[in-house]
Nanobody, 124 residues
Framework: QVQLVESGGGLVQAGGSLRLSCAAS????????MGWFRQAPGKEREFVAT????????YYTDSVKGRFTISRDNAKNTLYLQMNSLKPEDTAVYYC?????????????????WGQGTQVTVSS
């Protein structure tokens, strides 16, 4: 079992930055691909970014390309999401997720482990 705990959310003005972290604990983190998803009120959970085990393969949803950067530190069992040039439409609860294979995926259903989420609010 893997436990995931997100942190770093908050309230920021449009154009600002936030860095989300996701700390993993429990069984080994080794070989797991990771992802960030978000869910706004009244909307379905959507894919944001994903990274493979080694960190050399990343993929982003179009709306965040060039603004968000996903990264991981396997020695620290931690996943990150650097968010720059934030927009009001980025407002959502952000979740990190892990899947028991090393390859990336954009599908919510392909991730076995989820954190509790952290709120990101961007004011205009």
């Amino acid at each position: 079992q893997v436990q995931l705990v997100e942190s770093g959310g908050g309230l920021v003005q449009a154009g600002g930055s936030l860095r989300l972290s996701c700390a993993a604990s429990g069984r080994t983190f080794t070989g797991y691909a990771m992802g960030w998803f978000r869910q706004a009120p009244g909307k379905e959970r959507e894919f944001v970014a994903t990274i493979n085990w080694s960190g050399n393969d990343k993929y982003y949803t179009d709306s965040v390309k060039g603004r968000f950067t996903i990264s991981r530190d396997n020695a620290k069992n931690t996943l990150y999401l650097q968010m720059n040039s934030l927009k009001p439409e980025d407002t959502a609860v952000y979740y990190c997720a892990a899947r028991r294979v090393q390859y990336i995926s954009v599908l919510v259903g392909s991730y076995e482990y989820w954190g509790q989420g952290t709120q990101v609010t961007v004011s205009s």
